[in-house]
Every structure is written in C-alpha cells, then in structure tokens.
C-alpha cells in the first residue's frame, strides 16, 4: 500500500472520528443538559475532554475493528477506503438530520459491505461478526435493566429525604456520571477509526505488527474531541430533550448505567454502540414510572435509525467500492 493511499485512509478515518463525536457526544451530555445541571457549552466541553481521555486508554476494540471482521487479506486500500466512506457519509447524513444513530455500527456495516463487494462473504470473519451481534443484542438490554434497577435503589436510598435536597445531591452526582459515560465512551467508540487506520499502516508495511501507535491514538481522540465540541446540538435535542422527561435522578441513573455496560464491553473488545446503550437507559428510567412517561414515537423513529444503519452504510460503501473499482 502506497503511502498516499495512506494518508488519504487516515484523513478519511479522522473525519469519520469527527462526526462520532458530533453524532455521539449526545450520548454523555444529554441528560446533564436536559437537567440543567450544564450549561450545552459547558457539558460539550467536559464531554470533549474525557472523551480524549478514554480514547487514550486501550485498543482492544481497535483490533476487533481492524482485523476482526474481515480477515486482514482482505483489507485492500479500496476496501479500507470504501469502507470509511460507506460510514461517513451515513454518520453525516444522520448527524445533521439530528438521528442519534450507531457510529460503531457505521463502521462495521462500511467493512462488512465493502468487505463483500471485494471478495464476496468470503472475506467476513464470522466468529468475530457474531461476537459484534451479540453485543448489539445485550448491551441495550443491559443498558434498559440497569436504568431501570439502578433508580429504583437510588428512589429507595432518597425516599425519606426532601426532593429539593435529593434533586440538589444527584444534580452533583450526576457530573461525575456524566464524566464516567463521556469516558467509556472515548475507550469503545474512538477504537474504531485507530483500528483502520493501524490495519492500513500495517497493510503499507509501515508497522511490523498491529499495535496502534501512540500518535493514531492521540490523533483519533482529537478529531473526536473537536467533533463533541461542534456539538451535535440536534442529536442532543432528541436524545436530551424529546425522548423523555429527566429530573438529575434519571440523569444519574442513565449515564452509570451504561459507562458501566461501556466499561466492560471496551475491556472485552467489543464493539458496542453507545447511541443504543444510553438511549435504552433513558427509555429505561423513564419507565420506572409508567411506560407512558416515555415518547415512544419518538423511541421508534430512533429505532428504525438503528436498524438502517448496518445495511444503509454497508450498501453505501459497498456502492463506492464498486464505482472506484470502475474508475481504477
């Protein structure tokens, strides 16, 4: 692999990493501005920062990503290439459309379609593939279960206290909940744009074996960073403001829940999709009162957004395969 078509795999994977955090950076801070516990400027700004931080903590998820879902000689620079765009453009089509979508699954559905335009189902490594859809399948789960069981404890513990003064403790609490999503989140969703681009150094033979360097890492982390600082503010609206109601008790509940789901998926290697763990929390704690407290038409505009996304991104890019194949 030249290294031009280096360079352009990277700028193409930082873009993408850009648009995570616009798309994702909802995810950490929705609550705590829908609490009015933050300023959107403010919350941007923490989730900016430790989304940086969690970036730079472990790689598991980029080799998963890299070399897990189709087999390594399969990654051609036109697959790569293909496979980036197929993500990016659907991450930015929803992004601005203010769709919380996956930005993870963007990219695993880029690699999968991209993967079979070049070499057929051949290429995909299903072992690895079935690992992905066992954690798009139970991470929501367990980010619903864990909203829902972790207010039910925390009504318990503040029942015989007044709601100004619980309101004023969770409202506390909740930054440091908020920081622990935006954390979590940096160590899964970041992995994705340094597993491709290491898979293509590797592939250039500018790296002996597939460790990301330090400066991919750092690289990936910025672009993500200033992509929460540019804010997302529809995604947040959705996410924060229309799905349901929430006082710094739902907040709270929400955003430790799924750091905690985040957290073990991110030291497991699996690539998980934030966007459906923190939404499923929020519908979660919404629940513990009443199913109707929650805006299901809304939940199912979102839900349809998630199930598009694999099939839409891996069409897509498979679509650019495809027309750079004719070109080239």
């Known amino acids: 692999m030249s290294l031009i078509f280096v360079v352009v795999i990277i700028g193409l994977a930082w873009l993408y990493d850009f648009y995570n955090g616009a798309n994702d950076c909802a995810n950490s801070i929705a609550t705590t501005v829908s609490t009015r516990i933050l300023s959107p400027f403010q919350a941007v700004l923490l989730a900016a920062v430790l989304n940086f931080a969690g970036a730079l903590v472990t790689s598991e998820v980029a080799k998963t990503i890299g070399?897990?879902?189709?087999?390594?000689?399969?990654?051609?620079?036109?697959?790569?290439?293909?496979?980036?765009?197929?993500?990016?453009?659907?991450?930015?089509?929803?992004?601005?459309?203010?769709?919380?979508?996956?930005?993870?699954?963007?990219?695993?559905?880029?690699?999968?379609g991209a993967g079979i335009a070049s070499a057929g189902f051949d290429a995909i490594t299903w072992a690895k593939l079935q690992k992905i859809v066992i954690g798009m399948i139970t991470s929501p789960i367990g980010g619903f279960i864990g909203g829902f069981i972790l207010l039910i404890i925390i009504f318990q513990i503040f029942k015989n206290?007044?709601?100004?003064?619980?309101?004023?403790?969770?409202?506390?609490?909740?930054?440091?909940?908020?920081?622990f999503m935006a954390f979590t989140h940096g160590m899964n969703d970041a992995q994705n744009a340094m597993g491709i681009i290491t898979i293509a150094l590797l592939a250039g033979g500018f790296i002996p074996v597939f460790e990301v360097p330090f400066w991919v890492m750092f690289g990936s982390a910025f672009f993500m960073g200033i992509g929460t600082l540019y804010g997302g503010k529809k995604v947040i609206q959705t996410m924060g403001l229309k799905m349901v109601k929430i006082k710094p008790a739902q907040g709270f509940a929400a955003e430790t829940a799924s750091g905690g789901?985040?957290?073990?998926?991110?030291l497991m290697g699996i690539p998980i999709s934030?966007?459906?763990?923190?939404?499923?929390?929020?519908?979660?704690?919404?629940?513990?009162?009443g199913f109707s407290a929650v805006r299901w038409g809304i939940v199912g505009n979102i839900i349809i957004a998630w199930i598009m996304t694999i099939p839409v991104a891996g069409l897509t890019s498979a679509l650019v395969y495809w027309a750079m194949s004719w070109l080239v």
């Not at 789901?261 to 991110?266: A, E």
């Not at 459906?276 to 513990?288: C, D, F």
């Open 161 to 179: 206290i007044h709601p100004a003064k619980a309101n004023a403790i969770l409202g506390k609490s909740q930054l440091l909940s908020a920081s």
């Open 67 to 112: 070399k897990g879902i189709v087999g390594e000689e399969f990654m051609t620079p036109l697959v790569i290439i293909s496979a980036i765009c197929g993500a990016v453009i659907w991450a930015a089509v929803a992004t601005h459309r203010g769709i919380p979508v996956s930005i993870t699954h963007c990219i695993v559905g880029g690699v999968i």
């Open 261 to 266: 789901v985040i957290l073990v998926s991110s």
């Open 274 to 289: 934030t966007t459906h763990v923190i939404s499923t929390a929020i519908m979660g704690v919404g629940s513990v009162k």
